[in-house]
């Protein structure tokens, strides 16, 4: 007989979303929930990530609102000089585990039940140590795990290893690094960099390294995207630009290559134009470091290896002697169909503003708590703003999150929240009763009104041409 347990909440998937939907209905309510996770302890995708991964944003906005990760510190030596700090990895799974340990649990409103198994179809969840099944009496049933962001190590290589031929995931490259003399990087985007990053950092000679780059993607400055509230507002101007980039192109090519030129969006090589988009952030040093590799294979996907030869979708390239492919190209946001995220007694958690998917479950749960409305007004409020891929996508993204804040920003208790939240890295202080700034907001509101339509437009030529 399954063990009977009841909560208003019952928050599946104990991952950065879920964590910071539930600090949300803790701080806001006296509501009850139930946490169920098929990890030992909290903090999703982060139990899995490689040794030497950080945060690509900045600590002081990451995490749940209630609790700061880090401090307000800016990194004094190394690529990220100049920057607020980047938490590594396990300091992001010990915060979380932390925020669980000392906060949700000892609050007497939050049940966990690691190690187990949720059955959407049953509604049941089963311990997979145990085998205890648990089934649940709760008002509504958020999923925090939508998104389901997948990591190299929780799956095998995507193409064929020959017999001879060595490959690894990205979190077994410090282990076996000394053991080899060049090294093979597959994927383009964020661990790609990371990994090259990191062998760059450990004095590998970049002749060493080749890196398999199926599309050049493109990424963000760190020091645009850093907390505009602490750096004189750049955030805010980053938004500005976006939308005067909009208002000024002349057609969907000149609209990114505007972006370009004011350094809004950065590539690795002009040589190349980007066609896919990753929410990755560097740094001009770390851009730098990554220019010195020189052995850039662009001939498509990779699809076999061996000792001799590696073969991808365009083509094939020898393979350097006693090398180690190095697996990097799981995709970190996979692509979902945009769904409701209030959908009668169910919350599907998803992101509302780009890249800021533990941002937009903490704004999920302030709308869910503080907006009284109706489902209609909630789901207006909690546009999905759907992961990029593509290099259109970004496009697609910036005119969703216009219209986004267009919205928010006729809604009292999401103000309330933006002003107020921890983890808002993108908003300016939107404080109507001064009288300066309430002249600025109206401003930029009356901006994002016109950049909208032309956003539109280049949308929708980008899309005839792809």
């Known amino acids: 007989m399954a063990e009977i347990l009841e909560a208003d909440y019952l928050v599946v998937g104990a991952g950065g979303m879920g964590m910071a939907f539930a600090d949300e209905i803790l701080t806001h309510s006296d509501k009850t929930i139930i946490m169920v996770d098929k990890n030992f302890r909290p903090g999703g995708h982060w139990n899995y990530v490689y040794p030497f991964c950080r945060l ?30 980047l938490a ?90 000394p053991y080899h003399d060049n090294f093979v990087i597959v994927g383009s985007g964020k661990t790609g960099m990371d990994a090259v990053l990191f062998l760059l950092s450990n004095d590998i000679d970049p002749d060493r390294i080749t890196w398999i780059m199926p599309a050049d993607a493109w990424m963000f400055d760190r020091f645009t ?120 007694n169910t919350i599907t958690l998803q992101t509302v503003r780009m890249c800021q998917q533990v941002y937009s479950a903490g704004f999920i749960g302030n709308v869910e708590c503080n907006v009284e409305a109706d489902e209609d007004r909630k789901n207006e409020l909690c546009h999905p703003v759907p992961l990029p891929y593509l290099e259109i996508d970004y496009l697609r993204c910036a005119l969703q999150n216009s219209k986004n804040m267009a919205v928010w920003l006729t809604e009292p208790a999401v103000v309330k929240w933006i002003n107020e939240a921890r983890t808002d890295l993108f908003s300016p202080l939107l404080d109507f009763e001064d009288p300066e700034v309430a002249k600025n907001i109206q401003a930029m509101g009356e901006l994002i009104q016109q950049a909208i339509p032309k956003m539109e437009a280049l949308l929708e030529e980008g899309m005839r041409g792809e």
């Open 56 to 85: 690509h944003q900045t600590s002081t906005c990451y995490g749940v609102n209630s609790t700061e990760l880090g401090g307000d510190r800016r990194d004094e030596f190394g690529l990220n000089k100049g920057c607020y700090e």
């Open 88 to 177: 590594s990895g396990s300091e992001v799974v010990a915060y979380f585990d932390n925020v669980m340990r000392r906060r949700f649990i000892p609050s007497g409103r939050v049940k966990f039940l690691p190690m187990c198994e949720y059955d959407k179809v049953t509604g049941k969840a089963r311990n997979t140590v145990s085998g205890e099944e648990y089934q649940f009496k709760t008002s509504k049933v958020v999923d925090s795990t939508y998104l389901n962001v997948t990591v190299p190590s929780q799956r095998p290589p995507t193409f064929d290893v020959a017999e001879g031929a060595k490959a690894i995931a990205v979190n077994d490259l410090p282990r076996v690094a």
């Open 225 to 344: 995207v850093d907390p505009g509230r602490k750096f004189s507002d750049p955030v805010t101007q980053y938004a500005i630009g976006i939308l005067e980039c909009a208002l000024e192109a002349e057609n969907y090519r000149d609209f990114y290559n505007r972006l370009d030129n004011r350094e809004l969006i950065k590539q690795l090589d002009p040589a190349h134009k980007p066609t896919r988009w990753r929410c990755a952030t560097f740094t001009e040093l770390e851009l730098e470091q990554l220019r010195r590799v020189k052995n850039i294979v662009r001939m498509g996907y990779l699809e076999a290896v061996s000792p001799q030869e590696m073969v991808m979708s365009k083509g094939s390239h020898p393979t350097p002697a006693n090398a180690v492919f190095v697996d990097c190209a799981a995709d970190g946001l996979p692509k979902v169909a945009d769904t409701k995220v209030f959908d009668g």
